[in-house]
């Protein structure tokens, strides 16, 4: 693997996997909207190849026929936890045509090999596809699409990745909700107390781990990868009641708990998707270290 | 069932829906693009009410809310075999933004049913999904889409299509094409005879039933239906060579056949897809009779 193109580059994920790839000498290309922000970028080592795409066919068309990257990982993606009518555009618009352009050109300048990300949205209480939501419909009409050019011979796997976390996360969820609580000894809003739910909550190294090895083996032995898709898990999960146990007990300290001020949902998920794991990998960092580097990235020393 | 919506009403099937759903005394709404062939209409025995839709969601939801069908029958669909880059938008426009909004539409309104169509080309030489093209995997997709809506509490089933056939049909299919190649005496392009292509020519007038009975059972007893896909084959399959042979029997009269002038695309259906029959439903017109029809349509009287 000499040259990689990574879509949704600016994400918390993709800028840890360009800092990856980095470290592993590839030249990297980073594939962003006209809108992304590239400060995104300050934190690492150097600057990748940038190339900015207007959401047009022929651009990316262009930007594929002059990298062509030994491989593409495709982490871009549009999240919305329950959809709005007007939000349906920019779902479709990012997770099914902005896709479809990539495979298209991928498909016509030759370039062989993607790792795709999905999301454990897609399997809402069920070992089987049931989206929780229509963001998650999307992700699977993608794998859908996926599908047909990996018929006609793209070497392509499907990572289902669980919540991620990680030092300087800047997305708002729960574990820089707890640290946002800890530092600011402001209150936690948490759901009903007796409810029961599953967080498979993943540290970010693990993620790119697996990111890169599905990379790696799609370069080598591409046959038990390609066409199928894998679980991400922490291989350590916790109720929702655990994670702030074991983070006072990390943090040595108590939060203060709203619970009950947080509401759920009506649809979400109480025990995550189980699939199988992604050959060879496997995740090496617990919940109770990963929150300990959280906080020493917040300046406790623990 | 009393008022009924149907998209893709100026295709073939489309119109003969229409037909059959004035012969059993439904309100019948006809929602078609700004562009549609109003003509199509013209052999009906009334006009159905017209819905000129200009692409956008707010138009659907207002004709949605203004129309409140107790049912929605989804035809419409772009059909590409072999696709170009420039074709994908309308793959995309046609086959999943339109029916999105569509399914959407429905749920804002309160609009409980929906019978959709796929086809046979979502399952190439595979009891499971394997796309002949790009089209068929955004049938797929749309099915993926249409998954969130069924579990949010929508009735919903696929019906998977074959080539539909029958008297008037202005598709340039085969059964045209025989025709053609008989009425004016002209070369009938084939494939390599030694090729072996197994056909399931459907009768429009099964196909149009299985919709009417489908619908039905959605407004009656939705549950084994809901969710679920069932194939809707003729139950009288042959190769093309038995085809071609059968139809000159009907005729009376020999084909000028022009074996190997047809090359058949890199991918195309051996043998199609069996699936679940649509319970209740036996298509009744076999090939023999079907051709006969067609032929006395074009004024032959056998």
């Known amino acids: ?6 879509t949704g580059a600016t994400s918390y994920p993709g800028q840890r996997l360009l800092a990856r790839l980095m470290a592993e000498g590839i030249e990297v290309h980073a594939l962003v909207r006209m809108t992304s922000d590239l400060a995104r970028f300050d934190p690492l080592p150097h600057l990748p190849v940038i190339h900015p795409h207007d959401g047009s066919y022929a651009m990316m068309h262009d930007i594929m026929a002059e990298t062509r990257p030994d491989i593409v990982f495709h982490l871009a993606s549009h ?8 939000q349906i555009d920019g779902l479709i618009e990012s997770n099914l045509t902005f896709g479809l352009y ?5 498909r016509q300048t030759g370039v062989p090999r993607l790792v795709n990300v999905g999301t454990f949205a897609q399997f809402y209480e069920s070992p ?10 999307t992700k699977q009409a993608f794998e859908d699409l996926l599908a047909y050019y ?14 991620t976390y990680g030092p300087y996360d800047w997305r708002p969820r729960l574990v820089n909700a707890l640290l946002d609580a800890w530092v600011n000894n402001t209150q936690l809003p948490l759901p009903e107390s007796h409810v029961k739910v599953t967080l498979d909550l993943v540290y970010i190294d693990d993620a790119i781990e697996a990111l890169w090895q599905a990379g790696r083996r799609l370069m080598t032995d591409p046959k038990p990868l390609s066409g199928r898709r894998f ?7 916790h109720t929702l009641r655990q994670v702030v146990e074991l983070f006072e007990q990390v943090s040595g300290r108590e939060i203060i708990k709203a619970w ?12 995550p998707w189980e699939g199988p794991n992604l050959p060879g990998w496997r995740p090496t960092v617990g919940l109770a270290e ?13």
């Open 150 to 163: 990996v018929d006609l011979g793209l070497s392509a796997t499907t990572l289902i990745f669980f919540d």
């Open 102 to 106: 990539l495979l298209e050109a991928m």
């Open 128 to 137: 089987e596809y049931r989206p929780l939501s229509l963001y998650a419909a």
């Open 1 to 6: 693997m000499r040259r990689a193109l990574v």
């Open 231 to 237: 679980a991400i898990g922490s291989g350590d999960r």
């Open 260 to 271: 009950g001020m947080w509401p759920l949902p009506d649809r979400h998920v109480i025990t």
């Open 290 to 302: 990963g929150l300990k580097r959280c906080l020493e990235a917040r300046g406790h020393a623990g």
């Open 79 to 86: 999240y919305v936890r329950e959809h709005k009518p007007e």
